[in-house]
């Protein structure tokens, strides 16, 4: 028997915990419940093999993006906001804390499912270490890119990414010097059509990430703009 996958559903509304529960649980994912960021975080501790967090934002004892950052320090599993914050800055903030997709609520099933399965399909392809996944490093200067095993450092330092970050790094990485727009980039990386908003995604990706592997994220010296076109890796 394969891996049984493990979801975790935090959200003040008795509701949509168990709207979610059973849509999850019908596609066979084992299913935890908690109702504000205390319960979560317990459940978190307790289980941290954790592949998938579902997070309201507005809970009742502190902010589910206060929450996101303080996941972080525990778990890489993938976070997807579940929320009925619809600005673009609630968003981009949301993306900033540590999350990696955002679903407005009222919600589908079609729609959540479809996310859910996008989001634990990378979350396996950037967990999938395995000694017979023998692909030499990518070397550009004191920055060591591992292209399957998720392995990242600079100057002998591990750097750790969240998967979206390393998916990222590795596609520029594979093609050094070569300008990606940012929407090639958005629908190599997330497998999604690009819309108006994706464009906010991208960019606060290459901000986190040049925020790990730079010296100097406002000067970078690796991960480069090139005005009007895109990025590029140098």
Same mark, same amino acid.
């Given at each position: 028997?394969? =891996?049984?996958?493990?979801?975790?559903?935090?959200? @003040?509304?008795?509701?949509?915990?168990?709207?979610? !529960? +059973?849509? *999850? #649980?019908?596609?066979?994912?084992?299913?935890?419940?908690?109702?504000?960021?205390?319960?979560?975080?317990?459940?978190?501790?307790?289980?941290?093999?954790?592949?998938?967090?579902?997070?309201?934002?507005?809970?009742?004892?502190?902010?589910?993006?206060?929450?996101?950052?303080?996941?972080?320090?525990?778990?890489?599993?993938?976070?997807?906001?579940?929320?009925?914050?619809?600005?673009?800055?609630? =968003?981009?903030?949301?993306?900033?804390?540590?999350? @990696?997709?955002?679903?407005?609520?009222?919600?589908? !099933? +079609?729609? *959540? #499912?479809?996310r859910v399965q996008a989001l634990l399909r990378r979350y396996a392809v950037y967990q999938g270490k395995s000694a017979n996944q023998a692909n030499e490093y990518i070397k550009i200067r004191e920055l060591l890119v591992h292209p399957t095993a998720g392995e990242v450092s600079v100057a002998g330092i591990d750097i750790l990414l969240r998967h979206i970050e390393?998916?990222?790094?590795?596609?520029?990485?594979?093609?050094?010097?070569?300008?990606?727009?940012?929407?090639?980039?958005?629908?190599?990386?997330?497998?999604?059509?690009?819309?108006?908003?994706?464009?906010?995604?991208?960019?606060?990706?290459?901000?986190?990430?040049?925020?790990?592997?730079?010296?100097?994220?406002?000067?970078?010296?690796?991960?480069?703009?090139?005005?009007?076109?895109?990025?590029?890796?140098?």
């Amino acid at each position: 028997m394969g =891996k049984q996958i493990k979801i975790l559903i935090v959200d @003040d509304n008795a509701d949509i915990r168990d709207i979610v !529960s +059973i849509l *999850l #649980s019908d596609m066979n994912y084992t299913v935890l419940k908690a109702e504000d960021s205390a319960a979560a975080m317990k459940l978190l501790l307790l289980n941290p093999n954790i592949d998938l967090i579902i997070l309201d934002i507005m809970l009742p004892d502190q902010s589910g993006f206060d929450v996101c950052r303080e996941m972080r320090q525990k778990t890489m599993a993938p976070i997807l906001f579940l929320t009925a914050k619809a600005h673009i800055a609630d =968003k981009k903030y949301g993306f900033d804390c540590g999350g @990696d997709d955002y679903l407005l609520k009222p919600f589908s !099933s +079609i729609e *959540l #499912s479809a996310r859910v399965q996008a989001l634990l399909r990378r979350y396996a392809v950037y967990q999938g270490k395995s000694a017979n996944q023998a692909n030499e490093y990518i070397k550009i200067r004191e920055l060591l890119v591992h292209p399957t095993a998720g392995e990242v450092s600079v100057a002998g330092i591990d750097i750790l990414l969240r998967h979206i970050e390393y998916q990222l790094l590795v596609l520029l990485a594979k093609n050094r010097d070569q300008v990606f727009s940012v929407q090639t980039i958005y629908e190599t990386i997330w497998q999604e059509p690009f819309m108006p908003a994706s464009s906010n995604t991208v960019m606060v990706h290459i901000k986190n990430l040049r925020q790990k592997i730079e010296k100097d994220p406002q000067n970078p010296k690796y991960i480069v703009t090139v005005w009007g076109k895109g990025y590029k890796l140098i």
